[in-house]
Antibody
C-alpha cells in the first residue's frame, strides 16, 4: 500500500526558512516522480513543484520559483522541500503526491499524503 | 497564468445526477490539457478520481465519470451518495504549467 507522510511543518516568521520532508513507502520510490501541492486555509489547491525519479527534471510554480527547492534522497525514500524567504502567503497545508508518470512531461498526481501545516507569521 | 473556473457550489439529491464543469480562460479545454478531477472531504487530503479526461483509478467509484463537454472538462456523478459530499477540483496542464480549478463544493441534500 502506498503511504506518504509529510513532516517538518510549523510556525515560522516571515523571511524565515523551513524544510519539509515526505517519507514514502509501499512502492519503488526511485522509479516515480513526486510533487508538492499546497492549500492555504479555506482556499483551493495550488501545485508547487515536481521532481523526476532521478532528479533530472525539476519544475516550480512561478509563485515559489527562486525561493523553494525540491529535492529527494532515493536511498532514504524521501522527498524534501526547502522553503526560504517565506511570506505570509506561503501559509498552507503542504501535501506531497506521487506522480504516476503516465505521460512524459505531464504532471500526474495519483497518491497523496495527509499534509503538513506551514504557518508564516508576519 | 491561465484561470481555471468551476461552479462554486452545487446541490444534488441522494440518487440524483450532477455534472461539474471545468473551463479555461485560454479557450476550450481539450484532451491535451490532460484534465484531472480530485475529491477532497473536510479535513482530509485530496484523492484523485479521474485522470486524463476520463480514466478512473482502481478506487474511483463507478458512479463517477469524466468527459469533455461543450469546451470544458466535466465530471458526472450518477446516483449521488451522501458520502459524495465534498469539494471537487479539476486540474489542467498548460505545456509545463499546471493549474487547479477554483473548486466546486458539492452538497448532497
Amino acid at each position: 500500500e502506498v503511504h506518504l507522510v509529510e513532516s517538518g511543518g510549523g510556525l515560522v516568521q516571515s523571511g524565515g526558512s523551513l524544510r519539509l520532508s515526505c517519507a514514502a513507502s509501499g512502492f519503488t520510490f526511485n522509479t516515480y516522480g513526486m510533487n508538492w501541492v499546497r492549500q492555504a486555509p479555506g482556499k483551493g489547491l495550488e501545485w508547487v513543484s515536481y521532481i523526476s525519479s532521478s532528479s533530472s527534471a525539476i519544475l516550480y510554480a512561478d509563485t515559489v520559483k527562486a525561493r523553494f527547492t525540491i529535492s529527494r534522497d532515493n536511498a532514504k525514500n524521501s522527498l524534501y522541500l526547502q522553503m526560504n524567504s517565506l511570506r505570509a502567503e506561503d501559509t498552507a497545508v503542504y501535501y506531497c503526491a506521487r506522480d504516476g508518470g503516465r505521460v512524459r512531461g505531464v504532471i500526474d498526481p495519483d497518491y497523496w499524503g495527509q499534509g503538513t501545516l506551514v504557518t508564516v507569521s508576519s | 497564468q491561465a484561470v481555471v473556473t468551476q461552479e462554486p457550489s452545487l446541490t444534488v439529491s441522494p440518487g440524483g445526477t450532477l455534472t461539474l464543469t471545468c473551463g479555461s480562460s485560454t479557450g476550450p479545454v481539450t484532451s491535451g490539457h490532460y484534465p484531472y478531477w480530485f475529491q477532497q472531504k473536510p479535513g482530509q487530503a485530496p484523492r484523485t478520481l479521474i485522470y486524463h479526461t476520463s480514466n478512473k483509478h482502481s478506487w474511483t467509484p463507478a458512479r463517477f465519470s469524466g468527459s469533455l463537454l461543450g469546451g470544458k472538462a466535466a465530471l458526472t456523478l450518477l446516483g449521488a451518495q451522501p458520502e459524495d459530499e465534498a469539494d471537487y477540483y479539476c486540474f489542467l496542464s498548460y505545456s509545463g504549467t499546471y493549474v487547479f480549478g477554483t473548486g466546486t463544493k458539492v452538497t448532497v441534500l
